[in-house]
């Protein structure tokens, strides 16, 4: 079956170091974004990739890259972490912009201490 | 901008009883509605969308229908179980003039918990 992958499921790390989240869709989607989950929040959009070399800004993108080199992927990288980056983090496929429907990763806790 | 404002959590109720869970949107367009679900420990999945106004969207006996002259999405059950406890969220999708960015906007989520 399809699916969408993440790893790792949990992350301790410290401040300033650099840190990457993978996330891996073999529905062979062109759509793929990254959000964060804080509490009172609900989902934020990080980033976001409409095909392979492309890639756009969220509203929460400041601190965070991504890269697409191919259809599956689209890694998550954390520059020099912070505090304020501990999160649950959630990636999600969608077939294309006609189709709007989202299909989850199950996360990656994110400490930074 | 568009947004998506639900009822805050959490909601506790007891099995059997009816739930509703409010949800209403500012949006320009015609966006699509979602209601996602978020079991402990995993990603959201997808529960019921519309697409249209007076749609009305129903799985595992949840219900919302679209209502564009109260821009609301309110969910529906009318017996819940001890299974239903989760988070719940609305969404709604971003549409500009030229058509769909493919982009979700979601309200800040609803606990239910659901007491035997």
């Known amino acids: 079956d399809a699916e969408i992958t993440q790893s790792p499921r949990h992350k301790i790390t410290e401040t300033g170091r650099q840190v990457t989240l993978a996330c891996h869709q073999t529905?062979?989607?062109?759509?793929m974004f990254w959000y964060r989950q804080d509490l009172g929040h609900g989902l934020r959009l990080i980033h976001y990739?409409?095909?392979?070399?492309?890639?756009n800004k969220g509203e929460v993108s400041d601190g965070y890259s991504v890269s697409r080199s191919n259809t599956e992927d689209l890694p998550l990288t954390l520059e020099s972490a912070a505090s304020s980056q501990t999160s649950v983090y959630f990636c999600?496929?969608?077939?294309?912009?006609?189709?709007?429907?989202?299909?989850f990763g199950p996360g990656t806790r994110l400490t930074v201490l | 901008g568009n947004s998506v404002t639900q009822m805050e959590g959490p909601v506790t109720l007891s099995e059997e009883a009816f739930l509703t869970i409010n949800c209403t949107y500012t949006?320009?367009?015609?966006?699509?509605l979602f209601w996602y679900v978020q079991y402990p420990g995993e990603g959201l999945q997808l529960l019921l969308k519309?697409?249209?106004?007076?749609d009305k969207g129903s799985n595992k006996g949840f219900e919302a229908t679209y209502r564009k002259e109260t821009t609301s999405f309110h969910l529906e059950k009318g017996s819940v179980q001890v299974s239903d406890s989760a988070v719940y969220f609305c969404?709604?999708?971003?549409?500009?003039?030229?058509?769909?960015?493919?982009?979700?906007?979601f309200g800040q989520g609803t606990t239910l918990q659901v007491k035997p």
């Open positions: 949006a320009t367009g015609y966006p699509s």
């Open positions: 999600a496929s969608s077939e294309s912009q006609d189709t709007d429907t989202q299909y």
């Open positions: 990739s409409y095909g392979v070399q492309d890639t």
């Open positions: 519309a697409t249209k106004a007076d």
């Open positions: 529905w062979n989607h062109n759509n």
């Open positions: 969404a709604l999708s971003e549409a500009v003039s030229t058509g769909n960015t493919g982009k979700l906007i």
